[in-house]
């Protein structure tokens, strides 16, 4: 009954130390920090096309293999020139932060094959964020930002990786217009570039 018991663990173990040693599965944490180039258009901007750069910081925990949930932050800084006469230029910066969910693609069944770096894994991520912009007018627009990434994470070594990813995202803010309240809206195309840390 002892050897029967032996046989029959010592698998199951080797299993759960196998899962439990990849960057994607339960338990493991991935903190991803990006520099990212987008492309903004709507009224948000004053019904201008905003091009700009912008730094991401997310952190996030999986509750089951591949699935991850998180915070993240942005924040974004641009200079652009008023279309009217006056050629005056007004610089915008901008906050973000707020929840977000990932899953990655890609598990593995064993430890060895994610030891180093080299290993894909393609992801989908959705997110929600609550957004402050302030431009050199003084005027303030705030209110909520939902999108999504598609991107893929290549691990160089067992603790570090690089992020790729592709961003749409859409806006719904509000502008405080001498004491009037006025809707804003707006869609961003972002490329996003970064280190990932791994750990697991």
Known sequence: MK????????????SLVSQSQQPISKGSKIFNFSGSFSSSTGNVYDNETISNFAFTGDISGFVTNGLAFGIQGTVLTEDDQDNSASGQYF???TLGIGPQMA?????????????????GFPFLKIFA???????SDFS???????GGDAGLLVTLNKYVGMNISLQYSILNLYYNNNYH???????????SIGITGLSY
Do not use: A, C, Q
Not at 3 to 14: D, E, N, R, T
Not at 103 to 114: A, E, P, R, T, V
Not at 140 to 146: A, E, N, P, R, V
Not at 181 to 191: A, F, W
């Open 3 to 14: 050897k029967i018991f032996i046989i029959v663990i010592i698998p199951v173990m080797s």
């Open 91 to 93: 610089s915008y910066s």
């Open 103 to 119: 899953y990655y693609f890609g598990i593995h069944n064993k430890s060895d094959s994610l030891g180093g770096g080299g290993k």
């Open 129 to 135: 964020l609550y957004d402050r912009i302030k431009s």
């Open 140 to 146: 303030l627009k705030s209110g909520f930002t939902i």
């Open 181 to 191: 309240i006025e809707s804003r809206y707006g869609n961003t195309l972002m490329i």
